[in-house]
């Protein structure tokens, strides 16, 4: 019972930075399931695209009404991912708990380092009176016959089949790989890369838990729901707090959290190693 109420603020808590940050978000899904909730790294990983793929797909649906979803795009995005997602699953089958926790220390690190650059790079751009620069709105990647750009086809495909990887193997959403990759591979303005990305999300962790059914792993479906439910609700609260709190101090608190989790993760985990 104790494990069922504490999921509840933490799911808030996660679906808050899930609904503030959009990209990586997500990430603290697992570390939060493994330290609080007693979970072995494997149940984490697999309840987690359980909870990010519930949580991104309604999150999905005000950026859907607002028109910032290209849902074809962002469906043949997942689609590619696909096999990457099956792959990154059964290869963490094969992989120590504690390693697969180091690697996801790992892995909060890299999403640290990213969101830095990000803030950085946005206070130079408003240092110079650039503002936000948004992308063109027409797609390197056209379905029109005779006008496929072969190297945006090229970074599309290796693009969506690493973001595939980390959902299988980690358990994340990838967001923090998919908008990126989605405004330099489809030339997407920002934030329709961010409503997009929703979409890839969704596929990726569902066809990720598929592969991940199949594999003897328990889930305590209740502890699931609970989690899941508080994290939607924390994803809209967060939601209303990017237009009241400045995006770079929301960037700076969640880096710094997620260096402090990261090396708690790897403070546990590397020692079991020897």
């Known amino acids: 019972m104790s494990a069922l109420v504490l999921a509840v603020p933490l799911g808030v ?6 609904g503030a940050l959009g990209g990586g978000g997500s990430i603290l899904t697992v570390p939060a399931l493994v330290y609080l909730l007693g ?11 359980v909870i990010v793929g519930i949580t991104t797909l309604i999150g999905m649906l005000p950026h859907l009404r607002a028109g910032r979803v290209r849902l074809g795009q962002g469906v043949v995005f997942g689609l590619l991912g696909v096999g990457g997602a099956f792959l990154g699953s059964l290869l963490s089958t094969t992989v120590p708990q504690n390693v697969l926790l180091v690697a996801f220390a790992g892995l909060m690190l890299v999403v640290a380092a990213v969101m830095t650059r990000r803030r950085r790079a946005a206070a130079r751009r408003q240092a110079a009176g650039q503002g936000e620069v948004e992308a063109r709105t027409t797609p390197m990647l056209s379905l ?4 496929c750009d072969c190297r945006a086809v090229g ?11 980390l959902t299988g193997f980690f358990g994340v959403g ?3 790989a998919v908008v990126p990759a989605l405004v330099l591979a489809l030339r997407l303005p920002m ?8 979409v890839v999300i969704t596929i990726n962790s569902a066809s990720a838990l598929v592969s991940r059914l199949g594999q003897d792993v328990t889930l305590d479906w209740a502890l699931i729901g609970s989690f899941t439910a508080a994290s939607v609700v924390g994803s809209l609260i967060g939601a209303r707090i990017t237009s009241r709190v400045s995006p770079a101090r ?10 402090i989790v990261a090396l708690y993760t790897a403070a546990r985990s590397i020692p079991q190693l020897f």
């Open 13 to 18: 808590v996660v679906g808050i930075t899930l």
């Open 39 to 49: 979970l072995d790294a494997r149940a984490a990983t697999t309840a987690s695209l």
């Open 144 to 147: 029109r016959p005779f006008r």
């Open 155 to 165: 970074v599309l495909l290796l693009t969506a089949t690493a973001v595939g990887l």
């Open 174 to 176: 990838g967001g923090f």
């Open 191 to 198: 934030p329709v890369a961010v409503g997009t990305s929703l």
């Open 250 to 259: 929301l960037n700076l608190a969640f880096t710094v959290l997620l260096v």
